[in-house]
């Protein structure tokens, strides 16, 4: 049997307590193995390896040496490729094809963008005139901001996690990470190349567990954790956020979405189509970004409906191995049951089930997992819990507009602020709703295409901070100003 154990130190360790959990597939919901669920005392350990690893030896490595270490870990983790899409897509379900396309590449990728950011960033510096005439020099220097708890969630769970303590480590910042107890196994397995790597012990520090009452809550309440970075659900930022403010910690928060796509009749029928399926269906509907409003100019509703359902049809689940697949499970059974409930309540609230609305048979061997079928709803009102909550599931509802201005008031009438998309051929069009749009990223005739350079994270509801390129040095460094007197 599997078992997952905290990495603290540079070493495996079980509970104390000897407490695990179950970790379950959601393709059959076999038992994958058990999880130890980290207690105080191993947060404490956790916490303390990595105080003890920022000055020395983390702290006395130059930037370079800090760079060249963390592009190592980025080729090992392509040259352990195999292992880590084997693992991720036994915890998620996810098809292969899908997890060598994003998951693992970018899990990798992760270790080397930030590092090559952080290489070619200047020194802040302001000549200061004086009344004596011989001036001042104002230097900005970046210091590392200490140990920071990385708290990542379920739906991509090795690129969320690195998307974090990339740029943490690249700073010269010591981490603890506590994974999602749904996907305990890359970020178990990214112990085994930090030390392969050379990475010294206490720097990178794994404890499993759950959210309240448990390792993510002891982690996020610790006095020996400086800033917090969370990915996760709006509720569970507003709980970390409190836990923060005991000590004034820094905190980087990337939440929920409810996001929007608007669909002018000018777009490319077949490309709003093809991005429309991605953002909503792909990883099952899983992803952050992913869209489950989509408002379509009326003279297009019909035919761009009827595409999507053409679409839908053709979706084909499967097992994470299956090279014809290209739809998984939902994560978990658990999580399965919430997304059931919101395609009850579409009924109950008046949709119209244009494809999908409930469990497709699998089969005799997969029927246990979690498996759902995408679903499309149209005729929803405005206020429908359905369209304002966020489902986290492979469901979009489908609505008609008249004008921009109807379309960026629908697109904006939500307390989330993630991204968006709009697909439309005239250019100056795209701009100008663009800029109306409130969210912090907003795709044009494309969805999830991502430059590591630039600026990630939510308006709104959806999250606190900018992740992402030069960004990202606000949350990992503290900047200090050094004035010097001429
Ligand atoms: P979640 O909030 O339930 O859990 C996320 C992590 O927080 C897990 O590791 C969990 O154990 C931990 N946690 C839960 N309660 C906690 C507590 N009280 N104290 C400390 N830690 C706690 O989210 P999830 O279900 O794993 O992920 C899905 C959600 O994540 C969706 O809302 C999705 O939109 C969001 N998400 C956002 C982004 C983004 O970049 N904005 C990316 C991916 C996912």
């Known amino acids: 049997m599997q078992e997952f154990k905290h990495f603290i130190n540079g070493v495996y360790i079980g509970s104390q307590s000897g407490k695990t959990f179950e970790n379950r597939s959601p393709v059959d919901n076999s038992l994958i193995g058990l999880v130890h669920e980290a207690g105080r005392e191993e947060v404490d350990a956790a916490v303390a390896a990595a105080r003890a690893a920022l000055s020395e030896p983390w702290g006395k490595l130059t930037q370079a040496a800090r760079i060249e270490l963390l592009n190592k870990v980025a080729e090992r983790i392509n040259e352990r490729f195999d292992e880590f899409l084997e693992a991720e897509c036994r915890d998620t379900g996810k098809p292969h094809k899908m997890a060598a396309h994003i998951d693992i590449p970018r899990g990798a990728a992760n270790f080397k963008a930030f590092s090559e950011t952080l290489a070619n960033h200047p020194t802040e510096a302001f000549r200061l005139d004086t009344p004596d005439g011989a001036g001042a020099l104002n230097i900005g220097q970046r210091t590392p901001k200490g140990v920071i708890a990385v708290i990542s969630p379920w739906n991509l769970p090795l690129l969320l996690m690195t998307w974090k303590v990339g740029p943490a480590l690249a700073c010269g910042n010591t981490v603890v990470v506590k994974p999602s107890e749904e996907t305990p196994a890359t970020t178990t ?26 390792a993510g809550a002891f982690l996020t309440a610790h006095p020996g954790i400086d800033a917090i970075t969370f990915t996760g659900e709006t509720r569970t930022g507003e709980i970390i956020m409190q836990a923060a403010s005991v000590g004034l910690r820094n905190i980087s928060l990337e939440c929920g979405g409810k996001n929007p796509a608007i669909v002018f009749a000018d777009c490319n029928l077949e490309k709003a189509v093809e991005g429309s399926m991605r953002s909503a269906f792909v990883n099952c509907g899983q992803v952050c970004l992913g869209t489950e409003r989509i408002y379509v100019e009326r003279p297009l509703f019909d035919a761009f409906l009827r595409r999507m359902k053409e679409e839908t049809a053709k979706l084909k689940p499967g097992r994470p191995d299956d090279p014809e697949a290209n739809f998984g499970p939902l994560v978990s059974l658990e999580h399965r049951e919430k997304v059931l409930s919101y395609y009850r309540l579409a009924e109950e609230e008046g949709a119209t089930v244009e494809i999908g609305g409930g469990v497709p048979d699998m089969g005799a061997a997969l029927n246990e997992g979690a498996w759902i079928s995408p679903t499309i709803w149209t005729g929803l009102s405005d206020d ?103």
């Open 189 to 214: 397995l990214l112990g085994e190349v930090m030390n392969e790597c050379g990475v010294p012990p206490g720097v990178f520090n794994v404890v499993h567990g759950f959210g309240p009452d448990s």
């Open 384 to 486: 429908a819990r359905v369209v304002r909550e966020e489902i986290f599931g492979p469901c979009c509802h489908i609505r008609p507009f008249d004008s921009e201005e109807e379309a960026i008031a629908l697109a904006n009438d939500t307390r989330y602020g993630l991204a968006a998309a709009i697909w439309t051929e005239n250019s100056s069009r795209a701009i100008r709703v663009a800029e109306q749009i409130e969210a912090g990223i907003v795709w044009v005739n494309s969805w999830f295409l991502r430059d590591l350079r630039t600026a990630f994270g939510g308006a709104k509801q959806s999250g606190i901070g900018r992740e992402g390129g030069v960004h990202g040095l606000e949350f990992y460094t503290e900047l200090k100003n050094i004035c010097i007197k001429m």
